[in-house]
C-alpha cells in the first residue's frame, strides 16, 4: 500500500491535520524526528487506521505514490530548509514538497525559486484555525509553484473548512511567498480584532462596571448580528467559563499577552510599502507593553490609575460600545486588504482580493459574517484602494462613528487604554481628510535639510526649494520615496 501524501511533524497541528485527511479517504506515511510522539500517536488517535510509519525520511519517500508530495508542519526558520535538504536526498525532480508552518514569505518565495530551478515543486501554505480548525477544517492559503496545485488540490478542498454555501475555503492564492503573505496578513488583522474586543472588554469591567454574566450576554447578542464571527463567540464563552472554585477563570490569567512573530512581520511589510496599517502595528505594541508587567506594576506604584467616573446608566451605553467595536473591527480589515493589494502590485502577484476574502469565512480565527460584503465589494470593484470607499462599508462606518467617537472620548478621559480603538479611529479621520499638517512637515525637512516640497498651485510632481534663512544654497536633496 502506498500512501497519498506523506507528513513530517506530529506536533498540535500536524497531528490534527494527518487525521482530517486519514477521515477523508486518504493515506498518510507520517514521520516525526522524536519516534516516541510517533509511537504515542500510532498507539493512541491514530491507531487502527490508515497511517504509514515511518522512521526515517528515506521511508517516508518509499511509502509515497508517486510524483510524490509531501508536507512539512514543523518550526519556521533553518529548520525547514534543513529538512527540505535532508528530504531531497530521496525524492524526484517533479515531486512536491509542501511547508505548512508560518514561515516568512520572502523565506516562502526563495525556497520555490530554488527548488523549481532544481526540477522541484514548492507550496508555501497558510493554515488557520488552530487545534480545531486542524481536525475538522482548516482555512488553507496556498502558493508557490502553480504546476503543483493540481497534484494537491483534491486533497487540500477536502480538508478544508466549508463556507455556508458549501464552497471549500482553500483556493490557489498565487505565485511565490502569496500565500504565505496572506497568511501573515490574516494573523495581522488577527491581532487588531483581539485587541480591540480586548479594549472593548476592559471599558466595559472597569469603566462600566458590568459583572462576567452581563458582559458574556452582550459579547453572545452581539455575535447574532453584524459582529457575529468567531472571536466574538469565543470571548463569550471565555467570559462565562468559571475556574475550579467557582470564579470566573480569566480574573486568574495574568495579563501578559504573548505573540509569535507574525504581528510583527506584518508591520514589517506594512513599513515595506507605506502602507498605514495603524491600528494593526499598535495591536502589536500592546502585547509588547503588556508583556512589561514588572515595569508596569512599578509605573502604577509611582503614578496610581487615573481617577474613573462611571457613566450613569452604562447599559444604555452597549450600542455605542458594539458601535465602535464593530468600526475598528472594519478598520482592521480594511488596512490588512489594502497591505495585500500594495504588495501584490509590488511584487506582480495578480492576487484576487474578493477571492481571499472567501477563503477566510469559515475554518479560520478572523472568520467574521461580513466577509462575503467584502467579497463583494471586490467583486463589484476589483481596483478598490480602501474598503472603507466601497458603498456598504462606507455607510456602515458613518452609522457607527458617533458611538465609536464617544466610546474612544470616554476611555481617554477616564484613563482607560485603548490603543487599538484610538488608532483606528485617528486612521480614518486622517484617511478622510482633504488636508493635512504634512505641508508643515515638508516645509520643516525643506527648511534644515533642502528637501524641496510640492506646492498646492502647481501640478503634482513638480518641486520647489526656500532659501529660508536668505543664506541658503540653490542646491537641494535629490527627492525619493522610502
Request: aromatic share 10%; with cysteine; proline share 4%.
Amino acid at each position: 500500500m502506498h500512501a497519498d501524501i506523506g507528513f513530517i511533524g506530529l506536533a498540535v497541528m500536524g497531528e490534527n491535520l494527518v487525521l482530517n485527511m486519514e477521515r477523508n479517504g486518504f493515506t498518510v506515511a507520517v514521520y516525526n524526528r522524536s519516534t516516541e510522539v510517533l509511537d504515542t500517536f500510532l498507539s493512541g488517535r491514530g491507531k487502527g487506521k490508515r497511517f504509514i510509519r515511518a522512521e526515517n525520511l528515506a521511508q517516508l519517500a518509499a511509502a509515497l505514490k508517486p510524483p510524490r508530495t509531501v508536507m512539512m508542519m514543523i518550526k519556521a526558520g533553518p529548520a525547514v530548509d534543513s529538512v527540505i535538504e535532508q528530504l531531497l536526498e530521496h525524492l524526484d525532480a517533479g515531486d512536491t514538497i509542501i511547508d505548512g508552518g508560518n514561515s516568512n514569505f520572502r523565506d516562502t518565495a526563495r525556497r520555490t525559486a530554488e527548488l523549481e530551478e532544481r526540477g522541484y515543486r514548492f507550496i508555501g501554505s497558510g493554515i488557520s484555525g488552530g487545534e480545531e480548525g486542524a481536525l475538522n477544517g482548516p482555512s488553507l492559503m496556498p502558493g508557490g509553484s502553480r504546476a503543483a496545485w493540481p497534484a494537491v488540490e483534491h486533497i487540500f478542498q477536502k480538508i478544508a473548512a466549508q463556507a455556508k454555501d458549501g464552497e471549500p475555503c482553500c483556493s490557489w492564492v498565487g505565485p511565490g511567498g502569496a500565500g504565505h503573505f496572506v497568511k501573515m496578513v490574516h494573523n495581522g488583522i488577527e491581532y487588531g480584532d483581539m485587541q480591540i474586543v480586548s479594549e472593548i472588554y476592559w471599558i466595559m469591567k472597569e469603566l462600566f462596571g458590568f459583572d462576567h454574566e452581563t458582559m458574556a450576554d452582550t459579547f453572545s447578542q452581539w455575535n447574532r448580528g453584524k459582529l457575529d464571527s468567531y472571536l466574538i463567540d469565543i470571548t463569550a464563552h471565555i467570559l462565562s467559563h468559571k475556574d475550579s472554585d467557582g470564579n470566573p477563570l480569566i480574573e486568574k490569567i495574568l495579563d501578559a499577552a504573548g505573540q509569535k512573530g507574525t504581528g510583527k512581520w506584518t508591520g514589517i511589510s506594512a513599513l515595506e510599502e507605506g502602507a498605514p496599517l495603524t491600528l494593526i502595528v499598535e495591536s502589536v505594541f500592546a502585547r509588547c507593553l503588556s508583556s512589561q508587567k514588572e515595569n508596569r506594576l512599578a509605573a502604577n506604584r509611582l503614578f496610581g490609575t487615573a481617577k474613573r467616573t462611571q457613566p450613569d446608566n452604562p447599559e444604555t451605553l452597549i450600542p455605542r460600545l458594539h458601535d465602535a467595536l464593530y468600526a475598528a473591527k472594519i478598520v482592521s480589515y480594511a488596512q490588512g486588504f489594502e497591505l495585500i493589494r500594495m504588495a501584490s502590485e509590488t511584487e506582480k502577484w495578480e492576487l484576487d482580493f474578493a477571492a481571499i476574502a472567501r477563503l477566510w469565512r469559515g475554518g479560520c480565527i478572523i472568520r467574521s459574517a461580513f466577509l462575503d460584503k467584502i467579497s463583494h465589494a471586490f467583486e463589484a470593484d476589483k481596483w478598490l484602494p480602501n474598503l472603507v470607499l466601497s458603498p456598504y462599508f462606507s455607510e456602515e462606518l458613518k452609522h457607527a462613528e458617533a458611538g465609536w467617537r464617544d466610546i474612544v472620548a470616554l476611555a481617554i478621559q477616564n484613563g482607560i487604554p485603548c490603543p487599538a480603538l484610538t488608532s483606528a479611529l485617528a486612521w480614518f479621520d486622517g484617511y478622510r481628510s482633504a488636508s493635512l499638517p504634512a505641508n508643515m512637515i515638508q516645509a520643516q525637512r525643506d527648511y534644515f535639510g533642502a528637501h524641496t516640497y510640492e506646492r498646492t498651485d502647481s501640478p503634482r510632481g513638480e518641486y520647489f526649494h526656500t532659501d529660508w534663512t536668505g543664506h541658503g544654497g540653490a542646491v537641494t536633496s535629490r527627492t525619493y520615496t522610502v
